[in-house]
C-alpha cells in the first residue's frame, strides 16, 4: 500500500525498470530495425552513429530486450493466467467500450486485452530473437544453410511488424485509460482508478492489507 490513503501500490521500483528497460530497447529496436528494412526509413540511422552502427548495434540492443522481457515474463505470467470469467468479461466488450456495462465479471489485475496483449508477446518476441539469431553475421548465420536463413528473414520481418502493431495497441489503450500510466511510472495508482478497472484486484489487496 502507498502511504497516501487514496493510492495503492500497482508495480514495484524492480518492475517499473524492468518494464521500461524493455520498452527503450523496444524502440530503439525498432528505428534501428525499420532504418536496416526500407530505404525510406534510413535517415534513422542517425540515431545510432550511422549505417555501420546501427547495423552491428541493433542485434546487441535486441539481445538485451529479449533477456530484459524474459524477466518481464517471470514477473507477470502468475497474473496473466486467462479464467472462465475473463472470457465471460470479453462477451460485453461493446457495453464496457460504451461505458453502459452491468453485473459483469469482476477483473482482476489484468483484463483480457492485457493478456492477450501479454501472451502474444511471449510468441512474438522469441521468434524475433531466435530468427534474429540464425541471420546474424557474422557470428551465427554461417552454421545455417541458405534456405533456413530466408525464412528466418522472413519470420524476422513479419514478427516485428506485428510487435510493432501490438506495442502501438498497448500506448494507445495505457494512454486511453486514464490514470494507468502513472502506474508504470509512480508505481501507485488511485483507488478509484483500482475499484473501476481491476475491482477484483482491489478486493484482494484490500483484504492482504486490512485495508
Ligand atoms: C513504449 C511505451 C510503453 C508504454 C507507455 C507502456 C505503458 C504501460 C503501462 C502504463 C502499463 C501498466 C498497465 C496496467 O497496470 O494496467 C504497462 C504494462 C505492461 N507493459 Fe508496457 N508500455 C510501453 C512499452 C512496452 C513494451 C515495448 C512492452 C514489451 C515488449 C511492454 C510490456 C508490458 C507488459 C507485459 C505489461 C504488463 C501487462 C500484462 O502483463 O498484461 N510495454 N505498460
Known sequence: MSNKTNLVARYSA???INHWL?????????????????PA??????????????????PFIGVVMFVSFLGLIAKFIGQNHITKADLE????LGDIMANKAKNLPEIGKYNIGQKYLFWSLVV???????SGFIIWRPYFALYFPVDIIRVAVLVHAVAAFLAI???IVHVYAAIWTKGSIRAMTRGTVTTAWARHHHPAWYKEISRENKL
Open 124 to 130: 512474438i518476441i522469441p521468434l524475433l530473437m531466435l
Open 41 to 58: 526509413f534510413f535517415f534513422l540511422t542517425n540515431l545510432f552513429g550511422g549505417g555501420s552502427w546501427t547495423r552491428i548495434l541493433h
Open 89 to 92: 468479461w470479453q462477451k460485453h
Open 14 to 16: 524492480s518492475e517499473r
Open 165 to 167: 502493431m501490438t506495442i
Open 22 to 38: 524493455v520498452a527503450i530497447t523496444f524502440v530503439m529496436l525498432a528505428f534501428s530495425g525499420l532504418a536496416l528494412f526500407h
